[in-house]
């Protein structure tokens, strides 16, 4: 199965680079609730430059689910989660800093996706 999102700069390059394995994603609606638990390992997760249009291809390793940030952070470790290489207390306030997570992840919990970069626009990575 083939799923479809945006990012900026940063976590972009950190995903390319090996630097960034596990995106956190907190859903907006029931249905995407529904879109994260129908990801399986071995479907594929696109993303699009927010401003290059450039696009990255990664395999889904894993979906977990967990209640908050800190559960998250503290079992996938802040390394593997945060493109700024911050901390947990540090990655909590970045993603409480997104449009909606942090209302939403008291309702729905937190995805964490683990990736692995295959395709950049048409070139292997």
Known sequence: ???????????FRAIINGIKKVEGRVPKTDDEITEFQ??????????????TREILRTEILF?????DFR??????SPENVLSSRG?????????NSL?????????????????????????SV
């Open 99 to 123: 449009s909606n997570y942090r209302e939403n992840v008291v309702v729905y919990g937190v995805y964490a996706i683990g990736i692995k970069p295959v395709l950049l626009s048409g070139l």
């Open 1 to 11: 199965m083939q799923f479809f999102s945006h990012l900026p700069e940063r976590p």
């Open 87 to 95: 901390n947990v207390e540090q990655g909590i306030a970045s993603f």
């Open 63 to 67: 979906v977990h689910h967990y209640r």
């Open 71 to 76: 559960s998250m952070l503290e079992s996938e």
């Open 38 to 51: 129908s990801m399986k390992p071995g479907d594929f997760l696109t993303f699009e430059h927010h401003e």
